[in-house]
């Protein structure tokens, strides 16, 4: 029943984040919010919803190894498995000035994670810290591509979110709410069975918080990466990563924290976070030499992803 329950907390989460970006950029469209906008909030960061909600939901129940395990374990499977296996499919080009901007600021993000993790208790400063380190990333993009008139909505649209939005607005707030009512409960019965199983399987809950959980969750970020990967349009898939790591930690770790402070179990100390980051410095690396991501690389990338599980499995 456990199983059953997990499988179903998961397929709610995916639909329920797809339908509230659909909806929730309908909606927008309808007020007359710029393309621009949409793309780099609730397109760029909409498939991060279902970490969102499943941290919260676990802070809320008092299970923070899996609350900022979620956040961790999400960052390293977005590198280090769905854009290296995203690199396989398609070699990825990186842009230079995009390498300069988001690098710069997932990097620091990673590092602001590690702080949070070091400090032990994650409470109301940090999450508010956070959350003006991302409002200062979203001014920096919004400044550096208002030029862009490439950016529109049709692109944002279909390129990232995989099809056409409603075009009422009563169809898209409907959709927004369905959405949302969705992921609410796909994390409740998530959490729950994720709980359950550390339980049954004599294991941490941060241990299955940054596997099974973080995965699930990732689940989004996955489908939209490889989809992009095999259409040929590999730099959604890397600006698909980049912003989801940068939301995850300065997004979902900060309303975390700010909403239900969180005390951060010494486990992710020890391995779980150095992880994360050297592989947001790995990404980085690859990214600068030779400004793109390899078959080759992509490689490494799943070689490290599988000996960071082989670890977990003999810890």
Known sequence: MTYLTLTLGLGLLVLGGDLLVRGAVAVALRFGISPLIIGLTLVGFGTSTPELVTSLEAAFLGASGIAVGNVVGSNTANILLILGLSALIMPIA??????????????????????????GDAGRVSGTLLLLMLAGYLAMAFRSQRTDSATTADTAD???????TPHRLGA????????????????????????????????????????????????????????????????IAYGNIVGSNIFNVLGILGVTTLVQPVSVPAEILRLDIWFMLGATLLLLWFSATGKRLSRAEGGVFLLGYAGYLGLLLAA
């Open 94 to 119: 990186v842009a230079p000035s995009v390498l300069r901007r988001d690098g710069s600021v997932v990097l620091a993000a990673a590092l602001a994670c590690l702080a949070v993790v070091v400090m």
């Open 158 to 164: 279909s390129a990232i979110i995989g099809g056409p």
């Open 172 to 235: 898209g707030l409907a959709l927004a709410i369905g959405g949302l009512i969705l992921t609410i409960a796909g994390a409740d019965l998530l959490v729950g069975a994720a709980i359950e199983l550390a339980r049954a399987w004599q294991v941490s809950e941060v241990v299955i918080g940054v596997t099974i959980v973080a995965v699930g969750t990732s689940l989004p970020e996955l489908v939209t990466s490889v989809t992009a990967a095999v259409r040929r349009q590999p730099d």
